[in-house]
């Protein structure tokens, strides 16, 4: 017997809806009628589906394998995820959530717009780890390489608060300032090296090509005369890259190579670490990109619930300094000790002493989340003063450098041209 349910009217035009269990659907119509009912649709009744029936449903509609056979926790996922993605799809599920989209819908509903491939089967898998029964924080915490623990522990924080959309906007507020400064940071030095590159390129064509044929020109116009001593400065330094130039190649592909590996060692990154805070021009840039990241993120991280100590572990490890690292081991001990964030930061050398103030009248007053942020603004108003003055005055200092090599070049080459001209006053005028 089959399971059907319908929905008919009388002679009156009532409607009325139930179940009739007969063998088929013929059988179905002719009881309504022996009923005195008029029969308006009439379906096969589908039992509900168990909750590991759903998500085998769901993973074959997502593309994924089914339960049975791969369990959540054992997904993986290689891909790469733009920061500018990643920033989008936090803002876009943290507004799905605020207007009352339950979660799942919100994934289900992102994965089918979403056009980047990796992003839309990383979300299909968070999708699939949750209708497994899996909470949010711990489906992302399966991806670490997409995922790190500041957003896992942030989104933690949430879920225990019951507000995992506010923690979402703030994630998204901390990664979109984050990128700001480091793409104005790069911006910055994209210049400079940009314009070194193109002066390093002009100089070695004119030093390999160019100049060697103005020697062959040079021994047969002034019938052995001696050449000036800067044009023959400039013709040694030709003759010098054009007989060591593979050499020379070699030995700066070996040098980065040897960089590379050394920033690889623990006394390798410390050293090179200290001089990026110590640096003459680029040094005050650096401590206050630390700085900066330093209050942001601790601030956020406070904001959202997580406890300090926790929040100062995860600061840690993702600090990217080993100098800014184990200052905040310092503050992490402190703390536990039942002492001040307050007093590492005015011992070291990174920290002003006014912000070190500024974080001990937050701690004072309850509101070091609020002075934390306020230090974070102030401090990505003066990166971006800085960046913009920095430019202002290398662009003038490069242009000078670039046409004084260039232009010393070019007159070392007419030196030996002018007197034979018969310009007024040269020695070889007749």
């Not at 940071?185 to 314009?195: D, E, H, L, R, S």
């Not at 193109?198 to 390999?208: F, S, Y």
């Not at 021994?219 to 400065?233: C, E, H, K, Q, V």
Request: proline letters at 6%; charged letters at 15%.
């Amino acid at each position: 017997m089959t399971t059907f349910s319908y929905s008919a009217v009388d002679a009156k035009g009532n409607e009325t809806k139930g179940t009739l269990q007969v063998a088929d659907q013929t059988e179905a119509i002719q009881r309504l009628k022996d009923m005195g009912f008029y029969p308006i649709k009439i379906s096969v009744m589908v039992p509900p589906l168990s909750p590991a029936a759903r998500a085998q449903r769901h993973a074959a509609r997502l593309g994924l394998k089914s339960q049975a056979t791969m369990h959540p926790t054992a997904v993986t996922f290689r891909g790469r995820i733009p920061a500018k993605r990643l920033v989008v799809f936090t803002r876009q599920l943290a507004t799905l959530l605020e207007a009352g989209m339950p979660l799942l819908h919100s994934l289900r509903l992102l994965h089918e717009q979403e056009t980047h491939p990796p992003l839309k089967k990383l979300i299909a898998q968070l999708a699939f780890a949750i209708e497994s029964g899996t909470t949010f924080s711990e489906a992302l915490g399966q991806f670490p390489n997409v995922f790190n623990r500041l957003f896992v522990n942030m989104i933690k924080a949430g879920e225990l608060g019951g507000a995992v959309d506010t923690a979402l906007k703030r994630l998204a507020d901390f990664m979109e300032k984050a990128a700001k400064i480091k793409r104005k940071v790069k911006a910055a030095m994209f210049y400079p090296a940009a314009v070194l590159t193109v002066a390093t390129g002009v100089v070695a064509l004119l030093m390999v090509f160019i100049v060697p044929k103005f020697k062959e020109v040079f021994s047969s116009l002034n019938d052995g005369a001696p050449l000036p001593a800067f044009t023959r400065f400039v013709l040694g330094i030709s003759d010098f890259i054009a007989a060591h130039f593979l050499l020379g190649l070699i030995t700066a592909v070996a040098t980065y190579l040897l960089f590379v590996l050394g920033l690889r060692t623990k006394s390798g990154r410390q050293m090179f670490d200290h001089f990026k805070l110590k640096a003459p021009v680029f040094g005050p840039l650096c401590r206050k990109l630390a700085i900066s990241r330093f209050t942001r993120t601790l601030g956020t991280l406070l904001t959202s619930g997580v406890p300090i100590l926790q929040a100062l572990t995860i600061i840690k490890e993702a600090t990217g300094n080993v100098i800014m690292g184990r200052l905040v081991s310092q503050v992490h001990d402190n703390v536990k000790q039942g002492e001040s964030i307050s007093a590492p930061l005015r011992l070291s050398n990174i920290f002003p002493v006014m912000i070190a103030g500024m974080v001990d009248v937050g701690e004072q007053t309850g509101a070091l989340p609020e002075m934390l942020h306020k230090i974070a603004d102030n401090y990505d108003d003066e990166i971006d003063n800085s960046v913009t003055a920095m430019t202002s005055l290398l662009e003038p200092i490069l242009i000078v450098f670039l046409a004084v090599v260039v232009g010393s070049i070019v007159i070392a080459m007419f030196l030996p041209i002018i007197p034979s001209n018969g310009i007024p006053g040269s020695p070889n005028e007749p």
